[in-house]
């Protein structure tokens, strides 16, 4: 199938020519959607899915099939309300036995699906019995603990809600064993979240259009952080007109960071080097790897977008 090519490829360093192919093109798969975000590779059926979050659609993309609706509603279910902005499901990934771990924005709270009944079960909705904010993104290590970012992004009014009971957006990480640790209460608007291939460093984006910055903590061998640093400042990104904030992110096999800001998709270096920027037109919300392991899928504002690498995701 023939699919239209937008955008560019900002090439800011030679280091790039390892990344992506000087030929590449970002082929638009998809379009018609409110705000595309969470996307994730499904490797058992060869699929893509994604979420609409303010839509609150689920959709499925394939090479095969093209794209569909998957689950609605994806997230809330109940009666009409105007108390979410965005109702719907937002990050996710796959865990070990390969159900779909969900940011469940309409239901504050994280949940699992079972991809192939579609079933849908809460995992967890309170840090000391009060309602999460929105829970927006999240990264799963090899012990199968879960970290997570919970801002305020699904709540009509966000920080000013009349829903909101945790009075801090935070980070935090759900171990196997079902203890919950909040790891971080002091940033102003956490959203995506990733794992270095060590596991040793745990990053997280800020979309705070003050201060718009790539955070990076040292977890230690419990996986509890035990440092705290600016990773990667966006904010002259933002000053020269890129649009978007950071928001969603992935890592390829050798630690690249592949981090949705200003400008479109930051391709970093694990020394923070900002090596070339894929850029698709529109904001860009979250990225991921999937088909083979060398396909970066763009959820990209109303579209859905992918482009060929010459490296492999880090789930791969």
């Not at 945790?166 to 990480?173: E, K, P, S, T």
């Not at 745990?202 to 705070?208: A, G, K, M």
């Not at 996986?223 to 904010?235: E, I, P, R, W, Y």
Request: with cysteine; hydrophobic share 40%.
């Amino acid at each position: 199938m023939s699919y239209p090519v937008v955008g560019q490829i900002h090439r800011l360093s030679s280091k790039l020519d390892a990344v992506i192919a000087p030929e590449a093109e970002i082929q638009q798969l998809a379009e018609g959607f409110i705000w595309s975000e969470g996307p994730v590779w499904v490797r058992e059926g060869g699929y893509l899915v994604f979420s609409d979050v303010p839509g609150n659609v689920m959709y499925r993309w394939s090479e095969a099939d093209g794209v569909s609706e998957f689950m609605n509603p994806s997230g809330y279910a109940g009666p009409p309300t105007d108390a979410f902005a965005e109702p719907g499901s937002n990050g996710m990934a796959l865990d070990a036995a390969g159900d779909l771990l969900v940011c469940d924005h309409g239901n504050r709270a994280l949940a699992k699906l079972d991809l192939k009944t579609r079933a849908k079960t809460i995992l967890l909705e309170r840090y000391a019995g009060k309602r999460f904010n929105s829970p927006n993104d999240l990264a799963v290590a090899k012990s199968g603990a879960i970290y997570f970012t919970d801002p305020t992004y699904g709540l009509k009014g966000r920080n000013a809600s009349p829903l909101r009971e945790l009075d801090f957006n935070g980070v935090y990480r759900l171990a196997p064993d079902g203890t919950l640790d909040l790891l971080d209460a002091e940033l102003t608007f956490p959203n995506g979240i990733a794992l270095s291939p060590d596991e040793g460093r745990l990053y997280v984006s800020v979309s705070d259009p003050k201060g718009p910055v790539l955070m990076v903590y040292d977890l230690g061998p419990d996986g509890l952080t035990t440092s705290k640093a600016v990773f990667f400042d966006a904010m002259p990104l933002s000053q020269a007109g890129g649009q978007g904030l950071p928001d969603g992110m992935c890592l390829d096999a050798e630690g690249r960071l592949y981090a949705t800001g200003p400008g479109g998709v930051l391709v970093l270096t694990p020394e923070a080097e900002l090596i070339g920027v894929i850029e698709t037109g529109t904001a860009i919300a979250n990225c991921a790897f999937g088909e083979d392991g060398r396909t970066l899928f763009l959820a990209s504002n109303h579209t859905l977008a992918r482009v060929r690498l010459k490296t492999t995701g880090l789930v791969w």
